[in-house]
């Protein structure tokens, strides 16, 4: 069975754009979360998705926004780039069960300049 | 802000020995997962202990929990070189409700293991 994919690998932008990073979870897999990685602030938890619907969100700006399709593929957006949002994204599918015993991708390593 | 604390923070050790890492955190779980990352690559799944065990085995891991002290250890028996990496503690804490935070783990600090040859 095929892992979890996040494409791409890396990115590097500039401040000001914005950027789509796409996560593919393990087959099925219905609920995909989302995690940015800093050497300052660890893992921290950007939202969660199930069924298309945004059942969880961490503490993040309006920036940051997410979405689920159909197939459970998922993809996030953060508009308006800052500095500070140079990051290891990583995503994570479920297959939801009691244990939340999540899988992870291998990350987008996002470099804002 | 993350939930828990882990140490030490760093740790070297000679292939052969044997490594333990605690986790503390301050909210009652559903359980505690332990995961691995190489070189800010991925997160390797470890192991999985439930709120209502107290110790588990996985190969050369070994995981205890204590609901009480709210704390965890991860023993690596036999340590090789390839274990070499960053281990983390994540915890699934029950809603107000019960049942899990829809998705969300909350991560410890992590512990960086260095194991020489």
């Known amino acids: 069975k095929a892992g979890v994919t996040q494409t791409p690998r890396y990115l590097i932008k500039t401040r000001g754009q914005q950027v789509t990073l796409s996560c593919s979870p393990i087959?099925?897999?219905?609920?995909v979360s989302w995690y940015q990685q800093t050497p300052g602030q660890g893992l921290q938890f950007l939202f969660e998705?199930?069924?298309?619907?945004?059942?969880n969100k961490g503490n993040f700006p309006g920036r940051f926004s997410g979405r689920q399709f159909s197939n459970s593929r998922s993809e996030m957006n953060v508009s308006t780039l800052e500095l500070g949002d140079s990051a290891l994204y990583l995503c994570?599918?479920?297959?939801?069960?009691?244990?939340?015993?999540?899988?992870f991708g291998p990350g987008t390593r996002l470099t804002v300049l | 802000s993350q939930q828990g604390e882990e140490d030490p923070q760093a740790l070297s050790i000679q292939e052969g020995e044997n490594a333990t890492m605690n986790c503390s955190y301050k909210t009652s779980i559903n359980n505690l997962q332990w995961y691995r990352q190489n070189s800010g690559r991925g997160l390797v799944h470890l192991i999985l202990i439930r709120s209502n065990e107290r110790e588990k085995h996985s190969g050369r891991l070994r995981v205890t929990l204590d609901t009480s002290k709210k704390s965890s250890s991860l023993l690596i028996t036999a340590s090789r070189a390839a274990d070499t990496a960053s281990y983390f503690c994540a915890t699934d804490r029950t809603r107000h409700a019960g049942g899990t935070s829809y998705g969300k783990l909350t991560f410890g600090q992590g512990t960086i293991l260095t194991v020489h040859p």
């Open positions: 998705y199930f069924s298309e619907t945004q059942r």
């Open positions: 994570a599918s479920t297959r939801q069960t009691s244990s939340n015993e999540q899988f």
């Open positions: 087959s099925g897999h219905r609920s």
